[in-house]
C-alpha cells in the first residue's frame, strides 16, 4: 500500500516537473545555506583551537612569587619537577634576552630565547631544515641555534643555513653558535622581521648555553618556566603541578607558587566561535521557513488543480487516510530530493570556501543526517494542511470542479 502512495508521488512529481522543481529549490537553498555555515563554523573552530594550541593553548605556567620567596629554579630542580609529573612533553623556562647576530652581511639586533628541547616533541615549532635542540643540547650547554626562516633569509640572502655559524653579542661579549635548524616563521618571526628599517630576528639556543653567553647562574635559571601537555591531560596536570613544585622547592604551605592555564582561553574561545556558527545558522535557516511555505503553497495548487481527479478516487472508494497519505508522501518526497541536493550543494560550497580562506574541511556524518531529516520534517510538516484539504474535499463537490 504504502510502496502504491509513493509510486503515485513520484508520477505526480515527474508530470510537473517544473512546479516540482520549483518546490525544491527553497528547501535547495536552505539546506545548503545551513550546511555550510554549520561546516565553515567547525573548520573555523578546529582552525582557531589549532592556533590557540600553538600559542600556548596546551601549556600551562608555573611561577613563584617573588613577594613570598626570593628562590628560583635550577637545572637539577627543572629535571626533577619533569619527571616528577606524568603526562606532559616536558618543560621550557623560555627566557629571553635581546642582543646582536653579528654576520658576514650585517649585524642584526635579534632576540634570543632559551628553550629546551620540548617545544618540537609538543609539535609548537615546524622543522623547514636541520634539527632542533636536543636534551643533549642542554644538558651539555653547546654553542648551537635554531633560527627562523626570515632570519636565514636577512642574514645570509637564503634558507639552508645549517652549517653556517654566527656571532651573538651580548653585553657579555660575543659567542659564535653553529645553526642546527631553520624552523618554520611564525606569526612574530614575521611581524619583526619586516619591522620599518631596523628587523628584529628570532634565535632559538638551549637555554643552558644561553645562561652561558650571558652569564646566568645556573642555579638561579628563571623564576618561572612553562609545561607543554596535550590538552586531554591538562586537569590531571594542573592537579598534580604545585605540589610537586612546593616539594622540589621546599615551598609547602607557603602559597609561593602560582599555576596558570590556557583551558580557560581556549574553552572561551571554542564558546565564542559556537555562539557566531549557531547566530549565523539561525539567520540561514529562514531561508528554510521560507522555502516550507513554499513547499504549502505549490501542495495547495496541486490540490486545487487535482479537485476533480481527487473526487474522483473518492468516489470509488479511496478512503479519507488514504489521500492524506499521498500528498504528504508527496511533500515528503520533495522535501527529501531537495535535501539531499542541498546537502550536496552545501559540502561543495563549503569544501571550497574552506580551502580559499584555510579554514580545515571537516563533515560531521551525524549533522548531514540530522539536515536530511530536518528536510523531511519540513516536508511533513508544511505538507498537513494541503494534505488535510485535499482528504477533506466532499466527493461529489469535488466531481463538479472544471
Not at 627562523?148 to 643555513?161: D, I, R, T
Not at 594542573?238 to 602559597?255: F, H, I, P, Q, W
Not at 571537516?362 to 494542511?385: D, E, H, Q
Request: proline residues 2%.
Amino acid at each position: 500500500m504504502y510502496l502504491e502512495y509513493i509510486k503515485s508521488a513520484l508520477s505526480s512529481i515527474r508530470n510537473n516537473k517544473g512546479r516540482s522543481f520549483l518546490t525544491m529549490l527553497g528547501i535547495i537553498i536552505g539546506i545548503s545555506s545551513v550546511l555550510t555555515v554549520l561546516i565553515i563554523g567547525d573548520g573555523m573552530k578546529e582552525t582557531v583551537n589549532g592556533e590557540m594550541d600553538s600559542i600556548g593553548a596546551t601549556t600551562v605556567s608555573v611561577s613563584l612569587d617573588a613577594t613570598k620567596t626570593e628562590k628560583t629554579f635550577s637545572k637539577q630542580q627543572f629535571d626533577e619537577i619533569e619527571a616528577g609529573i606524568s603526562g606532559i612533553y616536558g618543560i621550557s623556562p623560555g627566557i629571553q634576552y635581546w642582543g646582536y647576530f653579528i654576520t658576514p652581511r650585517k649585524t642584526f639586533d635579534a632576540m634570543i630565547s632559551g628553550e629546551s628541547q620540548v617545544q618540537e616533541l609538543a609539535g609548537t615549532v615546524t622543522m623547514v631544515h636541520g634539527r632542533y635542540i636536543t636534551k643533549t643540547d642542554v644538558d651539555d650547554s653547546k654553542k648551537v641555534i635554531v633560527v627562523s626562516q626570515a632570519a636565514a633569509k636577512a642574514m645570509f640572502g637564503y634558507e639552508e643555513v645549517v652549517g653556517r655559524t654566527i656571532e651573538i653579542d651580548s653585553y657579555n661579549g660575543t659567542n659564535e653558535l653553529l645553526i642546527i635548524g631553520v624552523r618554520k616563521d611564525n606569526a612574530m618571526d614575521t611581524a619583526y622581521a619586516s619591522y620599518l628599517d631596523e628587523p628584529t630576528l628570532m634565535g632559538t639556543i638551549p637555554y643552558t648555553t644561553l645562561c652561558d653567553v650571558y652569564q646566568i647562574d645556573p642555579n638561579s635559571v628563571s623564576s618561572s618556566f612553562s609545561i607543554y601537555l596535550d590538552s586531554e591531560n591538562k586537569d590531571q596536570v594542573l592537579a598534580k603541578t604545585r605540589s610537586v613544585v612546593e616539594n622540589v622547592m621546599g615551598l609547602r604551605g607557603e602559597n609561593a607558587v602560582k599555576v596558570s592555564s590556557g583551558y580557560g582561553f581556549d574553552a572561551t574561545t571554542d564558546s565564542i566561535m559556537t555562539i557566531i556558527t549557531s547566530v549565523i545558522a539561525i539567520i540561514a535557516a529562514i531561508s528554510l521557513l521560507v522555502g516550507g511555505i513554499g513547499v504549502m503553497n505549490i501542495m495547495t495548487v496541486s490540490v486545487t488543480e487535482r479537485t476533480r481527479e481527487i473526487g474522483i478516487r473518492k468516489s470509488l472508494g479511496a478512503r479519507t487516510n488514504s489521500i492524506l497519505t499521498q500528498f504528504l508522501a508527496e511533500a515528503a518526497i520533495l522535501t527529501f530530493l531537495g535535501g539531499v541536493i542541498g546537502i550536496l550543494f552545501g559540502v561543495s560550497i563549503s569544501y571550497l570556501i574552506c580551502k580559499v580562506v584555510g579554514f580545515s574541511f571537516i563533515v560531521n556524518p551525524m549533522l548531514v543526517l540530522a539536515v536530511v531529516m530536518v528536510s523531511t520534517a519540513i516536508g511533513l510538516f508544511f505538507g498537513i494542511y494541503p494534505a488535510k484539504r485535499a482528504a477533506r474535499l466532499d466527493p461529489i463537490e469535488a466531481l463538479r470542479t472544471e
